[in-house]
């Protein structure tokens, strides 16, 4: 009998919906059944593409026996954290409070009113490595929940207690200064791999965010340390195997310090930011490689990513059914072994190859300079003598011809390989990252298709995942909105990606929406007296705790992304709330950033914007196909200045508040730069506006 995830719109969700284990999605009617039946509640945290996810699931959850000692004892509830980030955050702050670590998949185990009292991530089917088994553990928690209960009582509340009481200080509603921002850059110059690139050891996450704060540190001060540290790390990144060498996109981080193996799965976020931070690097530098891993990367998401009603899927699995050429299974004895696959799920069979694998698609003689290209060895660099694609790096010229017909037969090739799955649901924060990303690609590289699937994307949240009041809903799948509601990143990002196309489009509409999704983080996400901001609306459903992380982690958090959305905005607009709220939430940059500047790294760069003014450029012309006033449109798009903001348009036009009073000059189209206050004098060459955006 199916189980209550039948009919969820999560994959994650649905992947246990056929689990002999009775699920329950969580809900006010899961807490009331446990109480009913004076049981604890199980809790399961997961996503579609976690690795450890699916063999817990495997092992455990598809188990009969161990589905019925669940079923007997528990009320057992699955939870999909991307469709609820406020479960998972506030639970995994429990499990990382009481052990130290966290992780996926999430276990944790809660009284009826939803205070945990037992923590843990994965469990094994079998006692290992000291953890206990899966089975040894929900026999241990139902022992004392039915022997101790006045003991499981005690601890559920004082955990409970400690957490509300934990006060997040979060220094002064001060944005950060020059002192600041210069404490944060010498702090990530003394965590920075100069061998390598990136920043720490292993396992090595793509710095994203970092590499922005880098990028516009340099364009404000000329600093050509912070230059270098993003463009190394760039180019190691891009040269290493946790790039697709092959169909373009990043995997979510690399095992090892060197960027080899990565963890493979791809996330919709991690693509999205390092698309856009690629592309801004060859805006700083103009990088042959940032250009074409900007291009190779938009491409990918436009490719894989996208769905059939124009948003973004939100990741493809690190796992793929295992390929076996027919040379290797005449080898192995082929026993068992069916033609392609071997019917057993590994992670990254979709991207690895071996030598014999490079010779069966491209001969013996593209098969050889194949393996020197991308780092092919007989010993592999992966698992049983595969290899990840790489660049290894070395001096040696290569036929490009050549090579780029060995990268189409060898693309084709892996096409005809068991495909890795994909998450479809369309999460509004990372597709508002999306939006940005292909807004600005597109219009740097002259790729109207990227803005296009950009604008298609906008179109879909506005149609789909916004109400009436210009609230929310945080997912959609297969063109049906999900039941839970938009969180702070979701305001904040989506109101990114509009701003983004506001200034690529010249169409004002985006700006009106960017406006109502910010006003919305002002009345329902920030609290009157401290500025302080909180990842669910005042609103919202009532946890255990009201979530408040500022610190960023694979993505912008909600409050540094709020607080770059808020400012540019505000720039747009002239807006005083707007600023004032940025200034405010930044406060918690300037007490972050000098400390811990690699887990602040979205901040830092909105703190940047903040600290450049940031510059307000407003294009007018007599039409927004006039040759000159596109050339002037470009050149402001291209400035490199810290969160500047553009606004193109006719004179008189009311679409944007920046075009008001800005006449043509001599007839002919004009860009006005504003800053602090201070207007330059307006200009129609693009060689000066340039220069006025590099000051």
Not at 372 to 391: C, D
Request: with cysteine; charged share 25%.
């Amino acid at each position: 009998m199916p189980n209550r995830l039948a009919h969820e719109t999560s994959p994650y969700l649905l992947q246990h919906a056929d689990n002999p284990v009775d699920w329950w999605p969580w809900s006010p009617e899961a807490f009331e059944e446990a109480r009913r039946r004076g049981v604890p509640v199980l809790l399961s945290v997961g996503y579609s593409s976690c690795h450890w996810c699916h063999v817990m699931a495997h092992e455990s959850f598809e188990d009969q026996d161990t589905a019925d000692a669940m079923n007997q004892h528990f009320v057992s509830v699955k939870v999909d954290r991307e469709e609820r980030p406020d479960v998972d955050a506030v639970y995994m702050e429990a499990v990382q409070a009481a052990t130290g670590h966290g992780g996926w998949p999430m276990t944790v185990f809660l009284t009826p009113d939803a205070e945990p009292f037992y923590f843990g991530t994965y469990f094994p089917p079998a006692p290992r490595h000291g953890m206990p088994s899966f089975r040894q553990v929900l026999q241990g928690v139902h022992q004392a929940w039915d022997e101790r209960r006045g003991e499981v009582d005690e601890v559920a509340g004082k955990i409970t207690r400690d957490l509300a009481e934990r006060e997040l200080s979060y220094g002064d509603d001060q944005a950060p200064g020059e002192q600041e921002l210069a404490q944060a850059l010498l702090g990530l110059t003394r965590e920075y791999d100069p061998q390598r690139g990136g920043f720490g050891g292993a396992p090595k996450f793509p710095p994203s965010m970092v590499i922005e704060f880098l990028l516009r540190h340099h364009a404000r001060t000329g600093a050509e340390g912070a230059l270098q540290m993003a463009r190394d790390t760039c180019e190691r990144m891009a040269r290493g195997g946790i790039y697709d060498q092959l169909g373009g996109g990043f995997a979510r981080y690399s095992v090892d310090r060197d960027w080899v193996v990565p963890h493979f799965e791809k996330m919709l976020y991690d693509n999205a930011l390092l698309c856009r931070g690629y592309a801004h690097l060859w805006r700083s530098t103009g990088s042959e490689l940032a250009r074409r891993v900007a291009l190779e990367t938009a491409d990918f998401m436009v490719r894989e990513l996208r769905t059939p009603e124009g948003g973004f899927a939100s990741a493809l699995d690190a796992d793929s059914e295992e390929v076996v050429s027919p040379g290797e299974r005449d080898q192995q004895g082929g026993a068992g072994r069916r033609e392609g696959g071997t019917g057993r799920h590994v992670e990254g069979a979709y991207y690895v190859w071996t030598p014999a694998q490079l010779r069966e698609v491209l001969g013996d003689d593209d098969a050889e300079l194949a393996a020197r290209y991308f780092g092919v060895t007989e010993e592999g660099t992966f698992e049983e003598g595969a290899s990840v694609l790489q660049l290894p790096q070395r001096d040696e010229v290569f036929d490009a011809g050549r090579i780029d017909g060995i990268k189409e037969r060898m693309l084709a090739a892996r096409g005809a390989r068991p495909a890795p799955g994909r998450d479809d649901k369309v999460v509004a924060a990372w597709n508002g990252l999306a939006i940005a990303a292909l807004a600005e690609t597109g219009a740097y590289f002259d790729r109207p298709d990227l803005t296009e699937a950009a604008v298609a994307a906008g179109d879909l949240l506005v149609r789909l995942h916004l109400d009436e009041q210009v609230r929310i809903a945080r997912t959609s799948k297969d063109g049906h909105v999900g039941a839970n509601a938009g969180v702070l990143e979701d305001y904040a990002d989506v109101a990114e990606g509009f701003l983004a196309l506001a200034a690529v489009t010249g169409e004002g509409v985006w700006l009106e929406f960017a406006g109502l999704l910010t006003d919305h983080i002002l009345t329902r996400f920030t609290d009157d007296e401290s500025g302080a901001l909180y990842d669910t609306a005042s609103d919202a459903e009532r946890l255990i705790r009201r979530p408040q992380d500022p610190t960023d982690n694979a993505a912008p958090s909600g409050w540094t992304a709020a607080a770059g959305a808020l400012l540019g905005y505000a720039a747009h607009t002239g807006s005083e709330p707007h600023r004032t709220a940025a200034e405010r939430a930044l406060g918690v940059v300037k007490a972050l950033g000098p400390r811990v500047p690699r887990f602040v790294g979205w901040g830092l760069a909105v703190a940047e914007a903040a600290l450049d003014g940031p510059r307000e450029i407003a294009v007018v012309g007599p039409a927004l196909d006039d040759p000159a006033t596109t050339a002037l449109h470009r050149t402001a798009l291209l400035g490199a200045a810290p969160g500047a903001v553009v606004a193109v348009g006719t004179p008189g036009s009311d679409e944007f508040p920046l075009l008001a009073d800005r006449p043509l000059v001599d007839g002919g189209p004009a860009a006005y730069v504003c800053r602090n206050f201070t207007c330059d004098a307006p200009t129609t060459d693009p060689d000066r506006l340039r220069t006025a955006l590099e000051g």
